[in-house]
């Protein structure tokens, strides 16, 4: 009996012993997976926290930054307008150098003694920049007509006449931009000596001219309006002038020809004295403008043919040494002597007239009376050559030659 309880009691321990265990087995697995879950969701919160930590210690590092460099900011933004500064001066720079910044560019025009305005402000700014030290008044007086004179003394090709014209121009933006080299004052000390030289072979100059061109100068600058056209200094054979058009004015002849021509700036003034010679009772005719080189060389071939070439070269020119070639000449006539070209136009109500006004007009009589000696032609009280209002009246003035007002500058 005993032995029977005392089995009954170890088998119901055993049970409740195995029964135990289960129960913590079934515990510890159904505690993994809510521990599993936890630690996904805490690593997860982890993870979500961790940017957070991550980003406030950012900040505060950025802000430790900040406070160690309070003007680093500023400073860049500083930087970054200096940097456009210098760009943009680096730019201003460049255009200077390469094409002049355009309030100062050169102008396109042709410029002479008496004219002022900024165009003439431009050129004596560029000049400047080459060494030269011309007062910025924007008048082209006699300093800075001796100063382009010498610097175009420096260039074989140009001519030394103390005109800005294209001619002139290129050769100084060559200079600006550092193609050419420029000594300011040593051009003009080198013509006189090639004057000097000159000097000494006039006559033999003037026999070969006789024959031909000698030693004859071809001009650079052709297109300038105080051009000077003479025996020493001759167009090129292929230059047309600019801007040839037709006046509105009288001409003996109905016949569309070249010689109707010249160029607009002489046509226009031409115009302007035509119509005040009708106001004043004066009938004016235009009998001959424009002159191509190759009309020339014909016609001075036949003068020669017919007088000799010496005798024609006192009264025609050879071809490259007309005037006529350069679209700024018109010789004018009255019907009192049958519209021809003699000296006896000077006599005429016409002539009269002419010899007192046409410097109004920016006109010159090119061949005076008394002057052949330096022009090398007779006179031609006919022959009216336009060189600009200025220059015309101080030539008037001074009783002298174009020839003359060139020498003496």
């Known amino acids: ?27 510890e697995n159904a505690d993994e997976d809510p521990k599993t879950e936890h630690t996904a969701e805490g690593d997860d919160k982890a993870n979500k926290e961790k940017p957070d930590e991550n980003q406030s210690n950012n900040d505060e590092q950025s802000d430790e930054t900040r406070e160690e460099n309070p003007n680093e900011d500023e400073g860049n933004e500083k930087g970054d307008k200096q940097s456009d500064e210098e760009n943009k001066e680096n730019d201003k720079g460049s255009k200077d150098t390469h094409s002049y910044k355009d309030d100062k560019a050169l102008p396109k025009v ?18 400047n920049k080459l060494g030269y030290s011309l007062t910025l008044d924007g008048k082209y007086g006699w300093t800075m007509v001796w100063v382009v004179k010498d610097f175009q003394a420096q260039f074989n090709e140009l001519q030394v006449d103390g005109i800005y014209g294209p001619g002139t121009r290129a050769y100084i933006e060559d200079a600006l931009a550092g193609n050419l080299e420029v000594q300011p004052g040593s051009g003009m000390k080198a013509d006189q000596n090639n004057k000097d030289s000159t000097n000494n072979n006039d006559q033999s100059s003037d026999q070969n001219n006789q024959s031909g061109h000698g030693s004859a100068q071809v001009i650079s600058d052709p297109s300038a309006v105080g051009v000077l056209v003479n025996k020493k200094h001759h167009l090129p054979a292929d230059y047309i002038p600019p801007n040839l058009v037709v006046p509105d004015v009288r001409f003996p002849f109905t016949e569309d020809l070249p010689k109707r021509q010249m160029r607009q700036i002489a046509a226009n003034a031409l115009e302007k004295m035509f119509a005040a010679a009708d106001q004043a009772g004066v009938d004016l005719f235009a009998q001959s403008g424009y002159r191509s080189y190759d009309r020339q060389e014909a016609i001075f071939a036949a003068n020669a043919r017919e007088h000799g070439q010496k005798a024609a070269n006192q009264f025609s020119a050879q071809p490259g040494e007309s005037e006529h ?36 007009y920016g006109f010159i009589i090119r061949y005076p009376k008394g002057k052949t000696d330096i022009t090398g032609y007779q006179y031609e009280p006919w022959h009216l050559r336009f060189v600009g209002r200025k220059v015309a009246k101080y030539i008037d003035a001074n009783n002298i030659t174009l020839d003359e007002y060139w020498h003496d500058q």
């Open 325 to 360: 070639q350069t679209g700024l000449a018109m010789d004018v006539t009255s019907a009192d002597i049958n519209f021809r070209l003699t000296t006896a136009f000077a006599n005429t109500d016409e002539g009269k007239w002419v010899a007192e006004h046409a410097s109004d």
């Open 1 to 27: 009996m005993h032995l029977k309880n005392f089995m009954i009691i170890s088998l119901t321990a055993i049970i409740i012993t195995g029964c135990s265990n289960g129960e913590e087995s079934s515990d």
């Open 110 to 127: 042709t410029l002479e003694y008496g004219d002022q305005g900024n165009k003439v402000k431009n050129v004596q700014q560029a000049l």
